[in-house]
């Protein structure tokens, strides 16, 4: 594969530290440049005559050193390949301290990361914002800086901007003057000392709401554009929740006096934990209690409750490098949960957690070409390539793990103990195993070696002989031709729960093998505690599969038999008739995130055999699930129903849409029909769009690109945008990508769009030859970060040959900078597709044929 670059380490010597940084900038919202100036307290430790810092697209006009009372200019070089500038002087600059005064500019650019710009339209007016996103490596676009998580510094931040606009950064200012030309300095009060990444600045006309916590101890403030901000309430309240209980939850107050939160209008990801200053896309916060499902208020309240936990695991106590960067977001994404879980006790987030994060990231690590949780990095390529959710999901299962073996108490004395010891230094992972040793006198480091310095994770398989259960653990490949080719015998730890006749046992699973003595056993791994896969003889499959028909199995363990099954089947443990047999066994089925499995697994099987001369046959079984739950669903919420109803009824009305169920799709047509007099609640408007769509034509393409370009609320626009990614007519998806392209939908959005087409079968085709025929202008505009990984990862569908063989000649000639990872990992998938459906395509329509 062609390589973006190369990748030899670009780390900063280590002689040479900051202590301070006064940093001054004044941005051009109408050129979009900017003017800099800085003074770098830093300090030497080894006689030197050179200084390496970070800088990228920033020209420097000066920089002089001054110690002892002595100045002098350096003469610049720039090393653009590996983001850093040399200032070079004549004399030696003795050990100690010295101050780095810099002069430079740069561009407020529209990359989305750096120092960039927002732009959104009011009253017919285009409007702008300058803002930053500095993780992981993009502070050095703003300013020459020693830009590693463990540089640590205090940063006095002023920003010089006309006299209306408003200025939010870390803290709260504590000076406002004049300035020539109508302009203002806002000076920032010192923030602590912290990582470059964690910086922020953003200038703009903004409103705001604010609260405070409990005994008026933290201002918390929510900002929008002008005219949004009645769709901020519930953010504020979350955020001021969160706080409350991270403050006692870890039992150290939250270091500033000032907590922001802002909505801009482009960005990349969904929010961004800046200390003191988060910044979030506006469908990550704004909630409008009229035009929001409830999966996006949930969505909202985790993305809060993420940012505010990294307000202490991140950014009081950050990882020494980004090797440990699960630290920071597989922690963040575990926290996210318990915080959310103690706000909306009836939301049962957790539930929600197995059937989402959790399952992510069983599939991610059941390939040969994952990575461990732990994994060198040197490039900021290789650093952005693994926010993935190896760190994300994984790492927050792991952590899981953790809890429930040790218990919840000592997780959190655990936690107490390693925010206090290590508060504004960094960390490695050793550090959080060595705090929770402490505390629960538990071997955690030993256990937790396989977890993050391996790949992948364990499937237990039960066989049983004359009352002898046999549980055998080897690494599971969702691939068979990664299985056949794998040598490697790792052994993990694995704490295990698992059910006996009445009672419940748990213990640490350290051997290959291990027997066990009983009349019967139930599902091992019970409540899904641990990271692992099971898989089950034919007798003992039986009999999980009538305790899940009487309704005798609890839910946590019905998900997992539900998402293992098509797994194993997948990889070719057993034949995927097995797995369509078994799922029958869930008919009466009532539980949201059960069915989430399900009809995951189902669909996966869909789109392997859409082309298939049974695909007809495989939609009836389809719908003999779906049909019977729709209707049992109804399209109206009805009184005294559970939390995830809503969720529910939205699954198996799109999927009996789907599979072509013409009751339900004549159902929606009436409903999109009578919109104007009888609205469509916000919980239903994606799956009626998308029914809708998926069964017009023309005049319905062009009804949704006008309602997308109408609207301004971001999350019926996403909507909107989904529905034009679902027609079944490839001109009409071929508009839908130009469209996506165009100067109508925001970059931020346009990989999910094209992703989308891509992911409708329909569509898989048309997509990737757009893709290849505008791969040029698609890198321009989105190549750094981690858009290409994410615009690319559908490719995971293709199942022929001829494709694969298509997909990697185009990028053996053509880079993917930040996608390396992902397209061999597409590569294994494509594979393993073509095997799976060889394999088993006889069967499953012999299947199909005898009862259907
Ligand atoms: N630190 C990340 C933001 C980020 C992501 C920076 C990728 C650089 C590259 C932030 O804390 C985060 O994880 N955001 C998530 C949302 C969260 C709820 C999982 C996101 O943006 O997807
Ligand atoms: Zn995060």
């Known amino acids: 594969m062609k390589k973006a670059q190369n990748r030899k380490s670009v780390r900063l010597p280590n002689h040479i530290l900051p202590i301070r940084y006064d940093l001054s900038l004044k941005p051009d919202l109408e050129s979009f440049t900017f003017e800099g100036r800085e003074v770098i307290q830093i300090k030497i430790n080894k006689l030197t005559k050179d200084i390496t810092l970070h800088s990228k697209d920033i020209k420097i006009h000066t920089a002089q050193i001054t110690h002892n009372k002595k100045s002098e200019f350096a003469k610049i070089s720039y090393q653009e390949k590996i983001e850093t500038i040399k200032l070079s002087f004549k004399n030696n600059i003795p050990k100690g301290e010295a101050d780095l005064a810099i002069v430079f500019e740069g561009v407020i650019n529209d990359k989305l990361r750096g120092f960039y710009k927002s732009t959104y339209n009011i009253d017919g007016k285009t409007k702008h914002i300058a803002t930053t996103q500095f993780e992981a490596t993009d502070a050095r676009r703003a300013f020459p800086c020693f830009d590693e998580p463990a540089q640590k510094a205090i940063f006095d931040v002023s920003l010089i901007i006309p006299g209306e606009k408003t200025a939010i950064s870390n803290t709260l200012p504590i000076s406002i003057k004049e300035h020539e030309g ?114 996006n208020k949930q969505w909202v309240a985790i993305v809060i409750a993420h940012e505010i936990a990294h307000q202490w695991f991140g950014n009081l106590v950050t990882m020494h490098w980004w090797t440990d960067l699960w630290l920071n977001e597989g922690f963040a994404s575990y926290m996210e949960n318990l915080c959310v879980d103690k706000m909306f006790p009836s939301w049962h987030i957790w539930d929600l957690y197995l059937a989402d994060r959790y399952a992510v990231a069983l599939r991610l690590d059941s390939l040969a070409n994952s990575h461990p949780i732990e994994v060198e990095v ?30 919840y108490e000592k997780f959190r004395d655990g936690l107490r103990y390693y925010l206090k010891k290590h508060s504004y230094n960094n960390t490695n992972t050793v550090d959080l195993w060595n705090a929770f040793e402490k505390v629960s006198g538990k071997p955690i480091n030993k256990m937790m070696e396989t977890w993050t310095k391996k790949t992948g994770y364990p499937i237990l398989s039960v066989s049983s002989k004359n009352n002898i259960f046999e549980v055998k653990q080897e690494r599971f490949f969702l691939s068979r031709i990664s299985s056949t080719k794998n040598k490697e015998k790792t052994v993990w730890d694995i704490p295990l729960k698992y059910k006996l006749e009445k009672d419940s046992k748990s213990i640490l699973f350290k051997k290959k093998n291990i027997k066990i003595k009983a009349k019967t056993l139930g599902k091992i791994n019970e409540g899904e505690g641990s990271f692992v896969r099971t898989s089950y003889d034919k007798e003992a499959l039986g009999t999980l599969g009538k305790q899940i028909l009487s309704g005798k199995m609890p839910v946590k363990d019905r998900l997992g038999l539900a998402r293992d099954i098509f797994a194993i089947a997948e990889a070719g443990y057993i034949k995927t008739e097995e797995a369509l047999k078994f799922s029958l066994y869930y008919k009466n089925e009532e539980e949201y995130i059960v069915w989430s499995e399900l009809a995951s697994g189902i669909n ?43 969720f529910l009824r939205n699954l198996a009305i799109s999927n009996a849409g789907a599979y072509g169920d013409k009751n339900i799709i004549k159902k929606s047509q009436e409903i999109f029909k009578n919109r104007k007099r009888n609205p469509i609640r916000a919980d239903m408007r994606s799956t009626i ?125 053509n880079i993917a900078p930040g996608a390396e990872r992902t397209l061999e990992q597409v590569y294994e998938r494509i594979n393993s597709n073509i095997a799976w459906l060889k394999a088993d395509k006889n069967s499953i329509k012999n299947w199909l044929d005898k009862n259907y």
Not at 754 to 783: C, H, M, S
């Open 182 to 295: 109508g302009y203002k300095v806002v000076k920032f009060s010192p923030t602590p000392i912290m990582s470059t990444y964690l910086l922020a600045f953003i200038v703009g006309d903004f409103e705001y709401i604010e609260g405070w916590t409990k005994g008026k101890k933290v201002k918390v403030r929510v900002f929008t554009t002008k005219g949004k901000t009645h769709q901020a309430k519930f953010a504020l309240d979350v955020a001021i929740k969160s706080l409350e209980f991270y403050n006692e939850y870890f039992d150290i107050p939250y270091p500033l006096d000032t907590l922001d939160l802002i909505a801009i209008p482009d960005f990349e990801s969904a929010a961004m934990e800046n200390w003191g200053a988060v910044t979030f896309r506006e469908t990550a916060l704004l909630v409008d209690e009229e035009h929001t499902s409830l999966s």
């Open 689 to 813: 769009y998308g029914i809708i769509a998926s069964n017009g034509s023309k005049k319905e393409w062009e009804m949704f690109v006008k309602m997308y370009s109408n609207e301004s609320f971001h999350e019926e626009k996403e909507r909107l945008g989904y529905a034009l990614t679902r027609l079944k007519d490839k001109k009409l998806l071929e508009k839908t990508l130009n469209f996506a392209l165009s100067k109508n939908v925001r970059n931020q959005d346009t990989p999910f769009m094209i992703a989308q087409v891509w992911q409708n079968p329909v569509g898989r085709d048309i997509a990737w030859k757009f893709v290849k025929k505008n791969w040029k202008e698609i890198l321009k505009n989105y190549g750094e970060g981690g858009f290409i990984s994410r615009l690319l990862s559908p490719l995971e569908g293709h199942k022929i040959t001829k494709d694969l063989v298509d997909i990697k000649k185009f990028f053996n000639k």
């Open 378 to 407: 040197h490039h900021p390529s290789e650093i952005s390539e693994i926010f993935d959710m190896v760190s994300y999901a994984k790492g927050s299962a792991v952590i899981r793990m953790v809890a429930e073996y040790i218990g």
């Open 604 to 646: 996966r099987l869909y789109r392997l055999i859409n082309n298939e001369n049974f695909v007809d046959k495989y939609k009836t079984y389809a719908l003999s699930l779906f049909s019977p739950l729709a209707e049992k669903m109804g399209f109206n919420n009805k009184n005294k129903e559970g939390h995830s109803a809503p």
